[in-house]
């Protein structure tokens, strides 16, 4: 399809760059460790969320970006925490969804990404902290060296948290994982495929998403997949963040009659950045038939 809208991401990666190589390691060490010390809300639901139904009404972005700390905060409300632990791949040292469950809940974990930046001050920044029982670990993962990855940094079987967000591979990588067993699943979806298909990327072990399509359209899974599979897995969907981003799963052996259980359908949210660009739903879609997705 001609005439597919694409973002200025060369611009991004270039003002990433130049930002790393005219500030010092120590002076974006400094800055992380600050915004690590900012102070949690108070009032929670917040007033204006009130009306909303389902665990839209408790989100809101400490340390995440579109809402995932506020809704991980009533997940963990309701079922409690077990392991304390966490794996996050796909993730910045500034904002992802297990910051605040390691800096304000104690938690341990294991962080991994392809960027040497952004795990080099992790890592630094936890020392800085003095912070021990976490570590970012620079590597592309496939499925080859998923769970070798996993078990050779000790994390245990049972964790508490799982998230997934490598703009790709998602659905690949969480259908190969059965060495641990998350309480809790984050897993990032492409809501311009919409709700009625099942569909995912084929699975590439050097997959780059604007690579693959400058558009960044052709990435990820959609939330009817991720549904089907996780049902596989034993795990039901129990919503999605407000944005259309992650859709969140909780293990059905948890008893937690308080969370429901949604549907593909009812747990939807559209992409509200695509939309924002002028980018219909129905257009989302257009784009989405004229890519190799594959059916799952």
């Known amino acids: 399809m001609k005439n597919i809208p694409t973002k200025k991401y ?86 992802c969804n297990s910051l605040k469950l390691m800096l304000h809940e104690d938690f341990n974990g294991l962080l991994m990404d392809g960027s040497s930046e952004q795990c080099n001050i992790f890592n630094f920044a936890c020392e800085g902290i003095k912070r021990k029982g976490v570590k970012a670990l620079n590597t592309f993962i496939s499925l080859k060296n998923l ?73 990820g899974t959609s939330l009817k997949a991720l549904e089907s599979l996780g049902i596989k897995k034993g795990y039901r969907l129990i919503g999605c963040d407000s944005t259309g981003t992650n859709a969140f799963f909780l293990r059905d052996d948890i008893d937690a009659k308080e969370i429901k259980t949604l549907s593909c359908e009812e747990a939807f949210y559209p992409h509200l950045n695509w939309l924002d660009r002028g980018i219909s739903q129905d257009r989302q879609l257009q784009i989405m038939q004229s890519l190799p997705y594959v059916e799952v």
């Open 147 to 219: 769970e070798t990855l996993i078990m050779s940094n000790n994390v245990p079987a049972k964790i508490d948290f799982l998230c997934i967000d490598v703009d790709g591979n998602d659905y690949w990588f969480w259908e190969a994982l059965s060495c641990i067993q998350p309480r809790v699943v984050c897993i990032e979806y492409n809501s311009g495929i919409g709700t009625s298909h099942s569909w995912s990327i084929p699975y590439q072990s050097d997959f780059e998403r604007f690579s693959a399509h400058p558009s960044g359209f052709f990435a």
């Open 10 to 95: 060369r611009l991004k990666k270039i003002l990433k760059w130049m930002k790393s190589k005219l500030l010092s390691q120590d002076f974006l060490v400094k800055q992380l460790i600050r915004k690590w010390h900012k102070e949690d809300i108070d009032v929670w639901p917040a007033v204006d969320k009130l009306e909303v139904s389902g665990i839209n009404q408790y989100e809101y972005s400490f340390l995440s970006q579109n809402g995932e700390d506020g809704i991980l905060r009533y997940i963990f409300s309701v079922i409690g925490y077990e392991s304390r632990y966490f794996v996050e791949f796909g993730f910045g040292a500034h904002q």
